[in-house]
């Protein structure tokens, strides 16, 4: 079977966050996976291979932005490019043509194995892949490669006025997961049948991974103990509730551990 092409889009500005090293080691395990950091940061140290930088000032990128989105966007804060995730793929289209999947993602995170999570059996049956159950995961969200999906935050109703708002909205997470999440608060067997009814849903897999613990999310055995220690080594990642052989997460997301 032939190997899905990924590539995960990161426009960042201002300074590299001190972890970039551990970031980019991560990184060069997943071979198999292509990186694009966008900013004005300076090329990483330690980049590698499979890891692209492209130089532009906050400036030009927002010109660009508002040039392929056809409206103002002139925020003062680098915050916002939060908002435009779910459009990386129509900005940076020239970019990820040869590609069958591209993502958005953040830094703050270390990767695992990526493709043993999404193997190509999983990939051929979605066109937008979640690593939460409810809503879009901002830290990482694998999008199918095709016009329509490129163009689908289009269908947020008013999703001009929430990008050209200069205060950062969570759009991704918010508006444009409402797009592929319905009815979640409805119990699991009527959404399973209700969600029928949306092509979009269907196309969509929202799977819980516990990817960012400490959260208002609990853990896997309904308590809010959260694994105290997380490992890392060759790819592999664990903690310390869970063996490495019992562990298969895509990448730990320490967004309440960076204090």
């Known amino acids: 079977m032939k190997m899905s092409k990924i590539i995960i889009l990161i426009p960042y500005f201002g300074r590299w966050p001190f972890w970039m090293n551990a970031f980019l080691a991560s990184c060069a395990e997943n071979p198999t996976v292509d990186w694009l950091l966008t900013g004005d940061c300076g090329e990483p140290e330690n980049l590698p291979p499979n890891v692209s930088y492209t130089e532009i000032s906050f400036e030009s990128y927002k010109q660009r932005v508002a040039q392929v989105l056809g409206i103002p966007f002139d925020p003062s804060d680098a915050y916002k490019l939060c908002d435009i995730k779910p459009m990386l793929g129509k900005i940076h289209e020239a970019e990820i043509m040869d590609y069958d999947f591209w993502a958005f993602g953040d830094l703050d995170l270390v990767y695992g194995n990526l493709r043993a999570v999404y193997t190509e059996p999983f990939l051929t049956r979605y066109d937008l892949i979640s690593n939460h159950a409810t809503r879009v995961s901002g830290h990482l969200c694998l999008i199918r490669n095709t016009a329509a999906m490129r163009e689908v935050y289009q269908k947020v109703?008013?999703?001009?006025?929430?990008?050209?708002?200069?205060?950062?909205?969570?759009?991704?997470?918010?508006?444009?997961?409402?797009?592929?999440?319905?009815?979640?608060?409805?119990?699991?067997?009527?959404?399973?049948?209700?969600?029928?009814?949306?092509?979009?849903?269907?196309?969509?897999?929202?799977?819980?991974?516990?990817?960012?613990?400490?959260?208002?999310?609990?853990?896997?055995?309904?308590?809010?103990?959260?694994?105290?220690?997380?490992?890392?080594?060759?790819?592999?990642?664990?903690?310390?509730?869970?063996?490495?052989?019992?562990?298969?997460?895509?990448?730990?997301?320490?967004?309440?551990?960076?204090?």
């Open 157 to 259: 109703p008013g999703w001009q006025d929430r990008i050209v708002n200069p205060q950062h909205v969570a759009f991704d997470e918010k508006a444009f997961s409402k797009l592929f999440v319905k009815h979640k608060n409805f119990p699991r067997w009527l959404r399973q049948l209700t969600n029928r009814l949306y092509p979009l849903v269907r196309c969509s897999s929202f799977v819980e991974r516990y990817t960012t613990p400490n959260g208002y999310i609990a853990w896997k055995d309904g308590s809010y103990d959260f694994p105290r220690q997380w490992y890392w080594k060759g790819g592999q990642l664990w903690n310390d509730l869970e063996s490495a052989d019992d562990c298969r997460y895509p990448y730990f997301h320490f967004l309440g551990w960076k204090k």
